[in-house]
T-cell receptor, first 115, second 113 residues
Framework: EAGVTQFPSHSVIEKGQTVTLRCDPISGHDNLYWYRRVMGKEIKFLLHFVKESKQDESGMPNNRFLAERTGGTYSTLKVQPAELEDSGVYFC?????????????FGSGTRLTVV | GENVEQHPSTLSVQEGDSAVIKCTYSDSASNYFPWYKQELGKGPQLIIDIRSNVGEKKDQRIAVTLNKTAKHFSLHITETQPEDSAVYFCAAWVGTGFQKLVFGTGTRLLVSP
């Protein structure tokens, strides 16, 4: 089975620009999570979808970040406008419905650099 | 809030030696503790996990121990090999209802031949 797919793998943008990250979860996984790792720090939770609904977005840094999961399949994370401190690696993970920590699988991440 | 502390931040060992990474967590309701290995250019990959109803779990050269009273858990790698070199993250599953992973800050393990 295909794993969690994220693209782009790398993105370099200028401060003030917009970037959209995409995550395709494992087919049939209702739970989808976004995480971020800023250089040298822990991997921090951003938000959690169950199907198309946001269950927990307590980790979203501010209103420059917008996550969507239309149709309950793939998800996008838009940063607009990007700031220098948004640089880091953004990970997506998915897991099976109803058993959130089973089959919890991460994608390879998108490395975002804001210059 | 919930947090997970991880030590050491870097660990250098010789091939064949053992490596131990330690973590503590704050949420006493946490009941699931996975360990992830992240290699360059890849996402975190689950290598072993432990649930709160057991104190130890082993899988070949990797073992994890859990002390719920003290709220700490450890990863033990024996007979280390150069391919074990990577960043290792501990995590704890926190929250009620819909839950999330809270990660430690990572340990960079370097195994020298």
């Amino acid at each position: 089975e295909a794993g969690v797919t994220q693209f782009p793998s790398h993105s370099v943008i200028e401060k003030g620009q917009t970037v959209t990250l995409r995550c395709d979860p494992i087919s049939g996984h209702d739970n989808l999570y976004w995480y971020r790792r800023v250089m040298g720090k822990e991997i921090k939770f951003l938000l959690h979808f169950v199907k198309e609904s946001k269950q927990d977005e307590s980790g979203m840094p501010n209103n420059r970040f917008l996550a969507e999961r239309t149709g309950g399949t793939y998800s996008t994370l838009k940063v607009q406008p990007a700031e220098l401190e948004d640089s880091g690696v953004y990970f997506c993970a998915s897991s099976q419905a109803g058993r959130s920590n089973y089959g919890y699988t991460f994608g390879s991440g998108t490395r975002l650099t804001v210059v | 809030g919930e947090n997970v502390e991880q030590h050491p931040s870097t660990l250098s060992v010789q091939e064949g030696d053992s490596a131990v990474i330690k973590c503590t967590y704050s949420d006493s309701a946490s009941n699931y503790f996975p360990w992830y290995k992240q290699e360059l250019g890849k996402g975190p990959q689950l290598i072993i996990d432990i649930r709160s109803n057991v104190g130890e779990k082993k899988d070949q050269r990797i073992a994890v121990t859990l002390n719920k009273t003290a709220k700490h858990f450890s990863l033990h790698i024996t007979e280390t090999q150069p391919e074990d070199s990577a960043v290792y993250f501990c995590a704890a599953w926190v929250g009620t209802g819909f839950q999330k992973l809270v990660f430690g800050t990572g340990t960079r393990l370097l195994v020298s031949p």
